[in-house]
């Protein structure tokens, strides 16, 4: 018998032998070895891994449009609200709908304000109240009645812009996110803010 086979005959016997003597409830626990290393950060610290745009971004945009609303006053007797249209005219993917939830979000935490369905969520309403009131599935006395919906009193439209300048060393990134809050009988302007961001990368 060669040396080689006379090797992997013997680590075979040994496997076995081990399998044979380790208890069944002692089994070791498989080891799981990861090529990257994950850590939790803070949500909240500054994101400086680019200067694309980031959750450091959004945070100080939704943070500026608040704290600019709650001080105008102009919630007072808690007015109904709703979400129109946040363009992006930047260059880059970005989830606008992303910033305008964190706006409506610590808002609606406030208590000074009430938002109702926007556009692309009253496909989903619509749905529910024909579902209870046309299945024939659930008592008249139960079912939400159709025409009983709140109209927004205001309505917010917003657009998010960048200027993008770079050399063979710098680039340089501009953002400007401008919000506006119309009354939507009137068609007039209540309220308007606007937030800038400049970013520089070096090469």
């Not at 706006?103 to 009430?114: F, N, P, Y």
């Not at 692309?120 to 009131?133: I, S, T």
Request: proline share 2%; charged share 25%.
């Amino acid at each position: 018998m060669s040396r080689l086979l006379k090797s992997a005959f013997l680590l075979c016997a040994t496997s076995v032998l081990l399998a044979c003597t380790t208890p069944p409830n002692k089994l070791t626990s498989p080891v799981i070895r990861l090529d990257r290393q994950v850590n939790y950060g803070d949500a909240k610290g500054v994101e400086l891994v680019t200067n694309e745009f980031g959750s450091t971004d959004l945070q100080m945009i939704a943070e500026k449009m608040v704290g600019s609303l709650l001080e105008t006053g102009i919630f007072q007797g808690r007015p109904t609200v709703t979400i129109s249209t946040v363009k992006n005219k930047t260059s880059e993917y970005i989830d606008t709908t992303n910033v305008m939830n964190s706006i409506q979000t610590t808002l609606v935490k406030s208590g000074k304000v009430r938002f109702v369905r926007s556009i692309k969520e009253m496909q989903e309403g619509v749905d529910e109240l024909q579902r209870q009131n046309q299945s024939g599935m659930y008592k008249k006395s139960s079912t939400a009645k159709v025409g009983n919906m709140k109209a927004a009193k205001y309505t917010l439209e917003g657009e998010l812009t960048s200027i993008v300048k770079q050399s063979s060393t710098t680039k340089d990134v501009f953002y400007k996110f401008t919000l506006k809050m119309f009354d939507v009988e009137e068609g007039t302007i209540e309220w308007q803010e606007e937030k800038e961001i400049r970013k520089t990368s070096k090469r």
